[in-house]
């Protein structure tokens, strides 16, 4: 049987990064978090996740790699999810019809990637240099 984590982390502390192995899925129960992807400094926004809401699913679903980085906006509460959850409260049918819209969600990624955020919207907003350089700089600290 799986066990739920509740975790905790504080602002500007970053939860996972893109190409991580780690699978679980996560739900935010406090505080927000950005999930943003990165082209060489370029700091690009995909996702501000806030109270009862999910991230995560792709990796857990589909198995695979992290496809984005998630920061912490405010200090935040997330209940953790294991991978191994998937086999136990998953039906089959259910799992590959998720495997399916994650793989045309990674396309999409791999779209704003690539070109980034073109216009304006209330949703997603495209983030100042001066916040991608301190996002970034959270992401891959100097060594």
């Not at 602002?11 to 992807?37: A, M, P, Q, Y």
């Not at 704003?112 to 304006?120: E, S």
Request: net charge neutral.
């Amino acid at each position: 049987m799986s066990i739920l984590e509740t975790i905790k982390i504080s602002k500007g502390e970053v939860l996972c990064r893109e190409g991580d192995r780690e699978k679980d899925l996560f739900l935010l129960t406090e505080g927000r978090l950005l999930i943003c992807s990165r082209s060489g400094r370029m700091v690009t926004p995909l996702a501000y996740i806030e109270k009862n809401q999910y991230f995560g699913e792709m990796s857990f679903f589909d198995n695979k790699k992290r496809s984005a980085d998630v920061l912490a906006l405010e200090d935040t509460t997330l209940v953790k999810i294991p991978e191994d959850a998937l086999k136990e409260q998953v039906p089959t049918w259910l799992h590959i019809i998720a495997k399916s819209l994650t793989s045309k969600l990674r396309i999409l990624d791999e779209v704003l990637r690539d070109k980034g955020i073109r216009k304006h919207s209330d949703q997603i907003t495209p983030l100042s240099i001066e916040e991608q350089r301190e996002i970034y700089q959270k992401l891959v600290p100097e060594n």
